[in-house]
């Protein structure tokens, strides 16, 4: 939040004076404004410094920038933080095994983290990428529901790497929710 012009930090000579309801109390200049707003006990706030005149409010300013900071902090809260988690296979991987990391991948892009797959190529297997090719477009397939593929398929040295986001699910409307009756 950019900082306020409080009190006698205001520079403008005549200011648009507003009380703590909201009233206009009209253009008066800047000590009569100062002196108003100390004898109700307020603070007085430039809050529109570009308009012309600039508009002030009587507030108290300690409360004002308290609430504001605990608006903040929610909306920050609110943010979605998505994390990229990552998952190894290798090439040589059983069916159980593929199937727990599947399942570990499933819960990561339903929690709404992005998932980085690698599959690992071990010796002899540099030399046949398209057997970790074959893993992640497995994967890839198996959760098509549930994941976009948001970085395609590449080798890199000795690894095989994809990404995976989770896919966009529209927001229910109340009509959905209700069960499509008006």
Avoid: C
Avoid at 125 to 148: F, K, Y
Avoid at 153 to 175: D, I, W, Y
Wanted: positive net charge.
């Amino acid at each position: 939040m950019a900082e306020l012009r409080v009190n006698d930090d205001i520079r403008a000579a005549d200011l648009r004076v507003v009380d703590p309801s909201g009233k206009q109390l009209g253009v008066m200049p800047r000590q009569n404004a100062l002196y108003l707003a100390d004898g109700l006990g307020w603070d007085l706030v430039e809050v529109a410094p570009g308009a012309d005149p600039p508009v002030a409010r009587m507030m108290d300013y300690g409360k004002f920038k308290y609430e504001q900071s605990v608006k903040e902090r929610e909306a920050r809260k609110k943010q979605s933080r998505s994390q990229v988690k990552e998952l190894t296979f290798k090439v040589k991987i059983g069916n159980h095994d593929y199937e727990i990391k599947r399942d570990r991948a499933l819960r990561f892009l339903t929690n709404g983290d992005r998932v980085r797959v690698r599959v690992w190529l071990r010796g002899r297997e540099a030399s046949r990428p398209q057997l970790g090719m074959a893993i992640l477009e497995r994967l890839s397939s198996d959760l098509a529901e549930v994941a976009t593929v948001d970085q395609p398929a590449k080798l890199e040295g000795r690894n095989m790497t994809m990404a995976l986001a989770p896919v966009k699910r529209p927001q229910r409307s109340f009509q959905d929710v209700d069960g499509g009756s008006a």
